[in-house]
């Protein structure tokens, strides 16, 4: 996608920020002449009221309600928002931004070093959620809003929406954080690290350097795609799903897919190659293992949240969710609770599984949109 | 390890079947010269009624209670095997053989094909759990025992146990099945196929004809166990082991092993990698994937076992073994109660997940010495 210096937001496209005003990163470097890609839907209104941030989880993007520009897929939340949804453009100045180290716009490890002149690949310094949320602000401000109605997302959207909460309560009046955690686990790590080996294990990954030799770790990255993929639903949705059920009548006795779920998983791993980049998704993971809100405030999560007990949250979790269990949620809404702010806390009755949060959830749908209504009349939007 | 015609069976080593004595494999294929691996502990007493089988898990192998040739560890089960231990050598004649498809003396996809001269590779034939069997009651027989006091299995080993009664429960006294299942779910096989697939992405798999360009898909076999030895564990036991746990005072800002996690799994990525074949991954992973008892018998798993309700039967899972979850064990109890065999279930408190069978847990110790006592007495051994 072409850099372009937007002036009007409407609907979104490349934000690149001028040079004197660089990124300042959690590990001590620097980006300088960052650029941001993002959509937006509806129109800001008079007094800057109805902007709501949608952070979007790791292999997501900004179009959250348009066509995949690569893939031509409807955007993937469209079933959140459009007229009459929860989030409705109608009423709301609804904005998506991809995060930095992504691949669909935003600078990242493919982004070009203007130090060098080639795609940064390992050089791209490793960035955090809370650098990812500081891009958002710089993007949010230059789009002349001061606060925002709501921050919401799931997932590592949702870790994105919690650091929104601890670094810029004051720009914030409400929070919503779906299918998330405030800091990754032992096993959400170890998952991860599996997904990064096997990238860095493909000999065309090249050090990071693969954008110069012409190639991609697409194997390996598929590979990682197809692990991660399993901890997004649960066992008994794949069971439900999927089962034993052959591809053809009887099995092959070789190792072509015989059952469906593998062809489902092969299928999920090279359809992602198309759309994403493999540095980014080293980059992306590491961001999120690297994620403990607690960890700053001496491990005390309640106190990461003392500034935001004006912000109004809604926390939302799916029985089957394995990857981010309900138990972090609670967890979660505790120490929001202990910090003095209003938490609402849903936990949904699902099978589906961490991914239940994209998918058909008619409960998480008209709890946002109570969460939501509430908030506009506090607001005075309603 | 060179290939023994062994005439006693004392301590164990490869068993070599002459031409005319092939195994028929239920792909229809068939393999001659079959070769086991395997060991033995104590003595077969007179009447020859004192024999137990250990079948071992998917990587696994016959060195249940002797050092590792490769490794040099002490044997996978010494704390169940020894003298006052559940299965003594100074009652008990243990023997353990490695599984066909293998890669520590069995005939497997690294042994050499007769017709070519040249290391099977992906010309051998896909094999079954009921293959496996089939071959362990070849080498029963031919150590002159009619009929085992005892088959015991976890894991896969588990599948094997319950393979022998369904197909010889004339040759069984007893059966102790561990944290196993009557098949593979869909997450069993997603979770396989991930690393059949981080394999065969290794360029150096060279479509399993490694041996013959003196290479080894070392990086695909690691990430492969890695995927799978999350799987092993509870997400409880690796946040109390591990939690976020660093390596060193601080965080890398980069791609090596910052968290002790990530460590730990390279570390069984790798040490992995200098014990087993593979191609034996893969063909060892199919079988598990192929394994459905109550398939052959339209569906029922109690029809299954209806020839096998004069054998003892002892069942063990573990509370927090996700990978073959407690259900599935019960799911077989109630199927062996239905078709009219003794079935003693033991559900055993542990968080330490799957692999809690071969750790520390007093509990399974005591149940299964129980359980062999009272069939002891049963079979006038005691």
Redesign the interface.
Known sequence: MAALDLITPAGGGTWRFPENEPLRLD?GAVLEGLEIGYQTYGQLNADKSNAILICHALTGDQFVASPHPTTGKPGWWLRMIGPGKPLDPQKHFIICSNVIGGCMGSTGPASINPATGKAYG?SF??ITIADMVRAQAMLVKALGIETLFAVIGGSMGGMQAQQWAVDHPERLFSAVILASAS?????N???H??G???I????DWRGGAYAEHGVQPG??L??AR??AH?TYLS?PA??R????ELKRDG?S???D???Q??SY??HQ?ASFVDRFDANSY?YIT?AT??F?IA?AHGGVLAKAFTGARNVRFCVLSFTSD?LY?TAESRHLVRALTAAGAKAAFVEIESDKGHDAFLLDEPVMDSALAGFLSSAERDRGLA
């Open positions: 590990s390992l310094p490793v800091r990754h686990s032992a096993q790590i170890a998952f690290e599996v990064r080996q096997a860095m294990a493909d000999p194997k390996g598929a590979v197809m692990a399993i066992e794949l069971q799903k999927f089962g034993r099995l006795w070789g190792f897919a015989d059952f779920v593998e998983l092969r791993g080293l590491r293992d690297y403990d960890a394995w269990p």
